[in-house]
Each structure stands twice: as C-alpha cells, then as structure tokens.
C-alpha cells in the first residue's frame, strides 16, 4: 500500500486528536475509525467482493445495489459518481433522514431515499487517511461549496469541533454545523476493505440477517460481524427495525421496534427443511411482537423465515437456532 508522504504527521495529528478533553467518552472513538455505512444487501455485496465501490464503478460492472441516496442529489452532482465515499463520523444528518424501514409511501412504495437495514463498516482511521489516494472534505461533497485536501496540513486545518459535534445547536449555527458533520473521506474508483476493523448491526435480528445474505461467506465473517455496544452512538435507532426472532412450538415470533405512529403491512416467507414454502401477509397495522402460525402445527428443527415490512426487508433467518450464528 503506497501512503502519503507525510503520513507520520497525519497518524500523529488523529492520535493526538483522540485524546482531546471536549470528545467525551461517547465520541472517544470517533478519530481513531472511518466509517461507512449502507443497507445490509449493500453491505453483503461489499463483504463478498472486499471492495467500496464507488457508483460509476458499480455500474461499470453491472453491479445492481440497494439504492438509499436522494435521486435528485445523485442526478444534480455527477463529480460524485467517480469516487468511494466514508465518512469521519457516525450520525450523520443524511443518515438521520433515511434510517429504518418507513410505511409505505401513497404510491404504495417503500419511502426514497430510505436505509431500511443498516449496517456500519469500520475502518482504522491511521490506515485510511494515510493511503496516498485519499482526499479528505470539510462537508458534504455533493455541496459545490465543500471544500477539498490531500494533506496533513489541509486535515489539520478541519474544524473537529463541528465535524463531531453531537449534540443540540443553535439556528443560526445549524448551517455550518450540518455542513461539518458531512465531512467525507474520499479515494478514486473503488476501497479493498483490508482495513476493516469491525462490521456492526443494530441488532441481534440484523446481525443474523446480514450473515444469512452472505450465504458461503457466513463462516468468514461471522466473528467480525457484531451487535452495536450500550454507549455507541452508530445509529439514530430511527424507523421500524427487527430486534429478535424465535420459535415457541409452532409459532414465528419476531420482536420489532416500531416508530411510534407508523402501519405497516407485513409479508413473510417461511421455508422447511423439505423444501416445504408458506407465505403469510398479515393484515395492518402490525404488532410489535409479531407472530404467525407455521400451518399444520409445524415445529421442525430448522426454520427459515423471510419478513417484510412496508415492502422492506426486515429480517432474513432461521429463528429455531438461536445459537447458529
């Protein structure tokens, strides 16, 4: 891996900005990862290949994905395309807007842009800043008024207070604010992922989902792959999401937070080990302990079971094993 020239001045900088007083143990963190988040289908993709792509390359390869950006975001800033995109922080605002699965919308479609299932790559900062064809922005870099560096200088020169700045503000800092907590890590074309550190899901349910979409990778990944710790802070914790599943008898039980006020109607799919398929859809508004009788009084060793909420991909998994995975 080439690194930059002055690679020893940014490691230094990031380490030493990890021990600023003002991060608090919440965000004591936040220096020392790149994170880039997506939805789990995204995220299975990008497990199997071992590469962030950038969306001119996704498409280039014929790649399809799981769209969770504004489609007139997309259509109105093509400089984007080109490049693979992470973040210096978690919580973004974008992420704010679009996390967890949404009612559908009067066209009877899943919301847009919306991140249904997301799921969080961490990477080691000190490796990824330093590779020698990261470029580094003060905000969004969709904004034309972003502004872009390649340096250890230019990185020094980034005001950290508002990039990790999590908590209220006033009106008129809500512009600079919003616009700092943006802030991208950016490299050409595609990323190998060799300075993962840690893939983490919200839940438990999430968790199995993510494994079972990497089908003969599960085995590789299954230790790396984990459930956001108490005091985190990844995720917004927003919308309607999966919490856990099991089998009690003959009876499918899929715990769910749901967004206070949100119907949704609900699809599920279970398999047997005989090939045996049944399909439910139960009526709105959904409960959050949602349950559905497998027909016939059914109670085999292993289930497989696949749920959607408001056309959303809740869950994927066999609720019999608790402990597979």
């Known amino acids: 891996m080439v690194r930059k020239i002055d690679a020893d001045e940014i490691a230094d900088f990031m380490d030493r900005l990890a021990q600023a007083d003002w991060l608090g143990p919440s965000r004591r963190d936040w220096p020392r990862t790149i994170y880039h988040y997506s939805e789990v289908c995204n995220v299975a993709d990008i497990l199997r290949s071992g590469y962030v792509r950038s969306r001119a390359r996704l498409v280039s390869l014929g790649i399809s994905t799981t769209e ?20 210096f922080r978690p919580r973004t605002p974008t992420q704010y807007k ?3 699965i949404r009612p559908r919308g009067a066209d009877g479609r899943p919301p847009s842009p919306h991140c249904a299932v997301p799921v969080f790559l961490l990477f080691d900062a000190r490796r990824m800043l330093t590779r020698n064809d990261c470029v580094y922005t003060d905000g969004n870099f969709a904004s034309k008024f972003a502004q872009v560096g390649e340096d250890a200088k230019f990185l020094r020169c ?18 600079v604010i919003v616009h700092s907590r943006c802030a991208e890590v950016l490299f050409p074309t595609e990323v190998d992922i060799s300075d993962l ?33 108490p005091g985190e802070r990844l995720f917004f914790r927003r919308g309607s999401y999966a919490m856990e599943a099991r089998l009690s008898g003959d009876i499918v039980i899929l715990s769910l937070r749901l967004e206070p006020g949100a119907v949704h109607d609900c699809e599920a799919l279970v398999r047997l080990k005989s090939g045996e398929e049944y399909r439910y859809a139960l009526p709105a508004p959904v409960q959050s302990d949602l349950r ?20 959303s991909l ?3 998994g066999y609720p019999s094993q608790r402990t597979l995975f």
């Open 158 to 175: 980034l005001d950290f207070r508002n990039i990790y700045h999590d908590s209220a503000f006033p009106p008129e800092a809500r512009d």
């Open 197 to 229: 550190t840690a893939v983490v899901c919200r839940t438990p349910a999430e968790r199995t989902t993510l494994l079972v979409l990497l089908e003969d990778e599960r085995e590789r990944w299954a230790d790396r792959v984990r459930v956001e710790q």
């Open 314 to 316: 809740a869950y994927k």
């Open 68 to 87: 969770i950006a504004n489609t007139d975001i997309i259509g109105s800033s093509p400089w984007t395309h080109a490049l693979a995109r992470f973040y």
């Open 292 to 311: 559905f009788r497998l027909p016939n009084g059914i109670a085999p060793e292993r289930v497989y079971a696949e749920v959607y909420l408001s056309g």
């Open 98 to 100: 679009i996390e967890g």
